[in-house]
């Protein structure tokens, strides 16, 4: 038969798991909120950078064409570089953030089970054997010690 305490020990269970739940959701969205303004102003830079590429003139210097694209794709190389470089800081930071949350929790577990296997301890249960000895009749433990 299930108790009172039964069911606050059910609902608190019920209402960690739940904080956990919001804590691994916050960190999922807030990683995402960062990757899409990463993202759009990866987009926005690419759109200007598209924009202001110096188009070919016909008849102009060959040469200084080649060195100014040149100096266009290495802007270009070196913005793609910053995008991939901040992607990581947000996978890295998110990814450890997630590690510190699921050892916390762990920790919590460990901690709720050592209490449980604690209280189970305190309980007096008879053990089996002991069970088995204390149902046994006097005169038949006395001939199975002999």
Known sequence: MTTQPAFQKLAETAHTNTEHFQAWAQIALDASEKLLAINFGAARSLCESLSAAPAPLVGADAQETVAKQAAA??????????????????????????????????????????????????????????????????????????
Do not use: I, W
Request: aromatic letters at 2%; hydrophobic letters at 40%.
């Open 73 to 146: 794709h290495s802007r270009n190389l070196e913005q793609v570089g910053d995008y991939l470089r901040r992607v990581n800081e947000v996978c890295a930071s998110a990814q450890g953030e997630l590690v510190e949350l699921g050892s916390r929790q762990f920790e919590q577990l460990q901690e709720s089970m050592n209490a449980l296997l604690q209280q189970a301890r305190t309980l007096d249960l008879v053990s089996p054997l002991g069970a088995v000895a204390a149902q046994e009749s006097p005169s038949r433990s006395v001939r199975k010690a002999a």
